[in-house]
């Protein structure tokens, strides 16, 4: 139906596939192993110093491999939204306004995958009703800012996204870290 809008949406979906594998193969593989580790010591009745060190480390992995998929993302969002613009979206979509809304979708694709990784990191620890909510937020500013957006004309189309996928981004990463400092005690009192 919209077809330049359509094909830059295509291109910028792709743009986050290695965010993507990073999070399947070396994000959840190496947070796991923490994870299960922390858990055991909480479940198994380990001793205070024991789930301390373990939080720790759960913590300090879990920093580790989010800044390392948000700094390979950001840098190859860079990257593929410079070879969309000049190399693919000219042959797929000879249309500038296409172009246009590549870069602003791949920005907000950029943002809702880790907005997305959060929530899932979220519901790793049972935090449901938080994860609910940035994903209502998500939908509901998403919905207001796109209408805006779409009123303001063509050349702010995708604008709605990035600024609904920006906050939402802010929003998970403070709830994220709210709730990762009472972890143990959120964790204790429901085994």
Same mark, same amino acid.
């Given at each position: ?24 193969? #070396? ?8 994870? #299960? ?155």
């Amino acid at each position: 139906m919209a077809q330049g809008y359509d094909t830059a949406s295509f291109f910028a979906v792709l743009t986050t596939i290695p965010a993507s594998i990073i999070f399947v193969v #070396k994000f959840e593989t190496s947070f796991y192993e923490k994870y #299960k580790i922390f858990c055991d010591s909480i479940a198994s009745g380990g001793s205070l110093k024991d789930i301390k060190l373990s939080k720790d480390r759960m913590i300090s992995t879990l920093k580790r491999e989010l800044t390392f998929i948000t700094q390979v993302q950001f840098i190859l969002t860079l990257i593929l939204s410079i070879i969309g613009v000049y190399v693919i979206l000219p042959i797929f979509a000879n249309d500038s306004h296409a172009i246009e809304l590549f870069v602003f979708l791949s920005i907000g694709f950029f943002l809702s995958y880790l907005t997305y990784i959060n929530i899932i990191i979220l519901i790793y620890f049972d935090i449901q009703r938080e994860s609910l909510i940035i994903a209502l937020i998500f939908l509901l500013m998403n919905t207001i800012f796109t209408y805006f957006s779409i009123k303001l004309g063509e050349d702010y189309y995708g604008l709605g996204y990035v600024v609904s996928s920006f906050i939402s981004y802010i929003l998970s990463i403070n709830i994220l870290n709210r709730e990762i400092k009472r972890i143990d005690y959120r964790l204790y009192s429901k085994a």
